[in-house]
């Protein structure tokens, strides 16, 4: 068992490192508060420009090539910095890795250099519906065959990056006949095709600078060829490909959680009462170490679900474990880090109020603690 990093995925870490210490830390407060999209999107723009579109796409795409531990040691260290742009580009990848995964290569030569370059800022995974949530098989969006083109009516609810996405990768019912799951199919939309509206962004409680809409396809016609994948294989594809975003998600929660409990170390050390800085009383020596130590172990499991995916063993159990882990785990660190300031840990001063929000949609978005505690059950069940 080897602990160690290519020189290459250290190269990924640290380029991503630096960026989120001069580029996205000193603009998360302001970009939290004041929801200035063109310098959000200025940042994305960048972070194209450095490859991070593309971490898991072929170079012959515009990616980089690097691999899902690659990824989710950047996604991790761009969290520290600004949880609203990794998830940004964490999404982005996903979207973009499933076009790699089952698109085919006009699909593919069309679509993924546009993502990797940035020229289309982001793409959107169109999944959600107000009454398909944890259960996508209920989805009622539908895509109707007319001819050489498929008609696509119905909403998706929550879409991450919708307002400035290029391309929705977008699921919908192709056969309203068959069992649930079994007669969905997923598409590949552009965004400015007729009949897409989109609607104002969420008000959300945190990760605030990344907008969330509601995506609305009133009788949107798309050509036969953007069919993504095979017919009435779509909810295969999504359950597939949430799997390697879920190691995104996880990998997000850490980088926000190391960064409270970073915080929150400096702070004890400086910050004085009873003659002596709060660092020497050992009651909150012990919050750090338990902290430190549970985030050292979501990191170990977020390594292990990417390494057995660009293995190309199954991964899907092992994405749950990583994402529930991390994303709980991180969510005590933010708490234990606000604690760790006392009252100005509850002030938009400092940090912490902001991470405490940001932290908190992790355990929720790509698959709740629930429903993976549901894919690890139904794994450790099976026959
Ligand atoms: C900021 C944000 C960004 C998002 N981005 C995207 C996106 O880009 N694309 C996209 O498609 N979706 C996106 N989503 C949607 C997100 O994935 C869903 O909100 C999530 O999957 C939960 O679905 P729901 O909100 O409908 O909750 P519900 O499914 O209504 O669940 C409510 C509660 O019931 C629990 N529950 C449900 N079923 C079970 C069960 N079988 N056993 C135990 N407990 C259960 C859940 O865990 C949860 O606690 C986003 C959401 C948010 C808030």
Redesign the pocket.
């Known amino acids: 068992m080897q602990f160690s990093f290519s020189e290459e995925e250290l190269m990924i870490e640290e380029t991503a490192r630096q960026f989120s210490i001069n580029q996205l830390q000193p603009n998360a407060q302001y970009l939290d508060h004041q929801g200035d999209q063109v310098q959000f999107l200025a940042q994305i723009k960048q972070l194209a420009e450095l490859g991070f579109m593309g971490i898991n796409i072929d170079e012959q795409y515009g990616g980089i090539g690097a691999g899902s531990a690659a990824f989710s040691l950047a996604i991790t260290q761009l969290a520290r910095g600004c949880a609203a742009t990794a998830?940004t580009t964490s999404?982005t990848n996903m979207v973009a890795e499933v076009i790699q995964a089952v698109g085919n290569s006009d699909q593919k030569d069309h679509y993924l250099p546009k993502i990797c370059s940035g020229e289309f800022y982001a793409g959107?995974?169109?999944?959600?519906e107000?009454n398909?949530?944890?259960?996508?098989s209920a989805m009622v969006t539908q895509a109707i065959k007319s001819g050489d083109d498929f008609i696509i009516s119905g909403s998706?609810?929550?879409?991450?990056?919708?307002q400035y996405a290029g391309v929705f990768v977008v699921w919908a019912v192709t056969d309203p006949n068959a069992p649930r799951g079994k007669g969905i199919s997923c598409f590949l939309v552009d965004a400015d095709t007729a009949g897409i509206t989109i609607s104002p962004a969420?008000d959300?409680m945190g990760?605030k600078a990344?907008a969330?809409n509601e995506v609305v396809f009133n009788q949107c016609k798309v050509p036969a060829s953007a069919l993504l994948g095979e017919l009435n294989q779509g909810f295969k594809i999504a359950v597939t490909e949430l799997a390697g975003g879920r190691i995104g998600i996880g990998s997000l929660a850490l980088g926000i959680g190391l960064a409270a409990m970073d915080y929150a170390k400096a702070y004890i050390k400086q910050r004085q009462q009873f003659g002596q800085p709060l660092a020497n009383f050992q009651g909150l020596q012990w919050m750090l170490a338990d902290r430190y130590t549970e985030l050292e172990a979501a990191r170990l499991l977020l390594m292990q679900a990417a390494a057995y995916k660009d293995q190309g063993q199954p991964y899907a159990t092992s994405a749950s474990m990583a994402k529930v882990f991390a994303s709980e785990k991180a969510n005590d660190a933010c708490y234990t880090a606000l604690q760790l300031l006392g009252g100005a840990g509850y002030s938009k001063e400092y940090p912490i109020e902001r991470l405490v929000r940001d932290v908190r949609?992790t355990t929720?978005?790509?698959?709740?603690?629930?429903?993976q505690?549901?894919i690890i059950a139904r794994d450790l069940l099976k026959d």
Do not use: H, M, N
């Not at 959107?124 to 959600?128: I, R, S």
């Not at 998706?156 to 919708?162: D, G, Q, V, Y």
């Not at 929720?364 to 429903?371: L, M």
């Open positions: 998830v999404v959107g995974f169109c999944l959600t107000s398909a949530g944890s259960d996508p998706k609810l929550f879409i991450t990056s919708a969420e959300k990760q990344s969330t949609i929720i978005y790509e698959g709740t603690s629930e429903i505690r549901v």
